[in-house]
Nanobody, 119 residues
């Protein structure tokens, strides 16, 4: 069982920056993939960015060049640095961890943190 706690959300003006943090209850060294998802009102949850245990990253087209995901294994924490924020980035941001054991993947989610970007 992995517990995830997000922090760092808030209200920011368009063009501003925020850094989200996701702290895990156990070492993330062996967690295969960790990522950030977001869900805006009336929309489906979507991938924002994720990072593998090997450090490979993947970004949604809408955030490429503006957001950066990173993981600090020593602190059991994953970060999402968000720059040049736009009103359309407004959403609840969720952290996800994927733990692979044999042929099975176990998904764990945090409770979410609200990001609001004003125009």
């Amino acid at each position: 069982q992995v517990q995830l706690v997000e922090s760092g959300g808030g209200l920011v003006q368009a063009g501003g920056s925020l850094r989200l943090s996701c702290a895990a209850s156990q070492s993330i060294f062996s967690i295969n993939r960790m990522g950030w998802y977001r869900q805006a009102p009336g929309k489906q949850r979507e991938l924002v960015a994720d990072v593998t245990s090997g450090g490979s990253t993947n970004y949604a087209d809408s955030v490429k060049g503006r957001f950066t995901i990173s993981r600090d294994n020593a602190k059991n924490t994953v970060y999402l640095q968000m720059n040049s924020l736009k009103p359309e980035d407004t959403a609840i941001y969720y952290c996800k961890a994927v733990l692979t054991r044999g042929a099975l993947n176990y998904n764990y989610w945090g409770q979410g943190t609200q990001v609001t970007v004003s125009s």
